[in-house]
Nanobody, 123 residues
Framework: VQLVESGGGLVQAGGSLRLSCAAS????????MGWFRQAPGKEREFVAG????????YYADSVKGRFTIARDSAKNLVYLQMNSLKPEDTAVYYC?????????????????WGQGTQVTVSS
């Protein structure tokens, strides 16, 4: 499975961005897709996840109410709509896929990763 993110960039605080993740080479069954982020000097952290077949969604407390994750099963795409962005949202955002069930928040639980896309929020 190959994952390619797009949609990152520079935005002012309070603005919005939409990230996309395209999945290809899906010979494996993917049950969960997630978004993680890593700020300079910090560990990679869970942002949001979606169960592929039920489309149930899960969010970190820090983004709940501001970010929305969604999947388009016909196009093998996952989106992360980010609204009301804050400077502390600045990070490299990674798309991840998991063959197992559930939506864990640990990076080790995911089997495939994209290269990441930079999101910078200026104050």
């Amino acid at each position: 499975v190959q994952l390619v993110e797009s949609g990152g960039g520079l935005v002012q605080a309070g603005g919005s961005l939409r990230l996309s993740c395209a999945a290809s080479g899906r010979n494996q069954i993917i049950n969960t897709m997630g978004w993680f982020r890593q700020a300079p000097g910090k560990e990679r952290e869970f942002v949001a996840g979606v169960k592929w077949f039920s489309s149930s969604t899960y969010y970190a407390d820090s983004v709940k109410g501001r970010f929305t994750i969604a999947r388009d099963s016909a196009k093998n795409l996952v989106y992360l709509q980010m609204n009301s962005l804050k400077p502390e949202d600045t990070a490299v955002y990674y798309c991840a896929a998991r063959e197992g069930v559930g939506v864990p928040t640990g990076t080790r639980e995911y089997d495939y990763w994209g290269q990441g896309t930079q999101v910078t929020v200026s104050s």
